[in-house]
């Protein structure tokens, strides 16, 4: 299982709002491919899927914020 995480975004910034998971719990995902898209007050990035496997658990829902280090989803490999 791996454990999808809230990269560091860059300095001084600490926290981002799940803005939009391209993919629901239970789909396949490659590695690679754009997962979630995350906003800050100084930007909107996307997350690339560390793996390839199945989206098992989206621990953080659209919308809501996270912290840089929190853990947001889990892929079974």
Do not use: C, H
């Amino acid at each position: 299982m791996t454990k999808i995480i809230l990269p560091e975004l860059g300095e001084g910034i600490t926290k981002a709002v799940v803005s939009y998971w391209y993919f629901q719990a239970g789909q396949a995902v490659k590695k690679g491919e754009d997962l979630v898209e995350f906003t800050t007050d100084k930007a909107t990035f996307n997350l690339p899927s560390p793996v390839s496997g199945k989206l098992t658990e989206i621990l953080a829902p659209e919308g809501q914020n996270v912290n840089v280090g929190q853990a947001i989803g889990n892929i079974e490999e």
